[in-house]
């Protein structure tokens, strides 16, 4: 994400003195409250689906998902990285490709 991005984010907050709501719990709520909206979204129709407002609610899921990051210290490229190398080991691409 562009550092520009990040700081818009963190500014909101911020301005809004909305980190003493933002628990790891209740972001971690956020998250799957915003991610079950986005699902909603090809709830009854996976092909017609209204592109604005995925990408409207995909940005709350990336939003809320950069303030747990701001919360828990976390760094988005080392736990994607880490993650990324256990999957390769649970998925061998060799197991994959039949």
């Given at each position: ?31 799957s ?13 996976e ?16 939003i ?35």
């Amino acid at each position: 994400m562009k550092e520009k991005t990040l700081t818009r984010i963190r500014k909101f907050t911020e301005d809004r003195h909305w980190e003493k709501f933002h628990s790891p719990a209740n972001l971690a709520k956020s998250i799957s409250i915003e991610a079950s909206e986005l699902l909603e979204c090809f709830q009854w129709d996976e092909e017609n689906f209204d592109l604005q407002h995925v990408k409207e609610e995909l940005a709350d899921v990336i939003i809320y998902s950069q303030d747990l990051l701001d919360k828990l210290n976390l760094d988005v490229d080392e736990i994607v990285d880490m993650k990324m190398a256990m999957n390769e080991k649970k998925y061998p691409i060799d197991k994959c490709n039949q």
